[in-house]
């Protein structure tokens, strides 16, 4: 199971942390995602991590604000969001992968996946 946690709503350049705590499941299996999922759109790729933490990749449109970190010993992966923007508002899914690391995969192929978590980012 992954809980994604940690949204909410918050102004133009704030920062915001999300969580993602996966259970009954050998984490370290696992690489790790980040989508969202803008409304009225299709979800997007945001961030992978992987299974050890010493790889990461992230889609352009958040390069350099957002990062992604994990800890194993917790079963946890984070994303800390900077200097966040109104386009950055959306759910916000974690995702699990025991073969797949990189960028540009499609949630719904991801292997596990929770529920999301609402970003609301006001200007």
Same mark, same amino acid.
């Given at each position: 199971q992954l809980q994604a946690s940690g949204g909410g709503?918050?102004?133009?350049?704030?920062s915001l942390r999300l969580s993602c705590v996966v259970s009954g499941r050998t984490f370290s299996d696992y690489a790790m995602f980040w989508f969202r999922q803008a409304p009225e759109k299709e979800p997007e790729f945001v961030v992978s991590i992987s299974w050890s933490g010493g790889s990461?990749? #992230?889609?352009?449109?958040? +390069?350099?604000?957002?990062?992604?970190?994990? &800890?194993?010993?917790?079963?946890?992966?984070?994303?800390?969001?900077?200097?966040?923007?109104?386009?950055?508002?959306?759910?916000? #899914?974690?995702?699990?992968? +025991?073969?797949k690391f990189g960028l540009g995969? &499609?949630?719904?192929?991801?292997?596990?996946?929770?529920?999301?978590?609402l970003v609301t980012v006001s200007s």
């Amino acid at each position: 199971q992954l809980q994604a946690s940690g949204g909410g709503l918050v102004q133009a350049g704030d920062s915001l942390r999300l969580s993602c705590v996966v259970s009954g499941r050998t984490f370290s299996d696992y690489a790790m995602f980040w989508f969202r999922q803008a409304p009225e759109k299709e979800p997007e790729f945001v961030v992978s991590i992987s299974w050890s933490g010493g790889s990461t990749r #992230y889609a352009d449109s958040v +390069k350099g604000r957002f990062i992604i970190s994990r &800890d194993n010993a917790k079963n946890t992966v984070y994303l800390q969001m900077n200097s966040l923007k109104p386009e950055d508002t959306a759910v916000y #899914y974690c995702a699990a992968d +025991k073969q797949k690391f990189g960028l540009g995969f &499609d949630l719904y192929n991801m292997e596990n996946r929770g529920k999301g978590t609402l970003v609301t980012v006001s200007s």
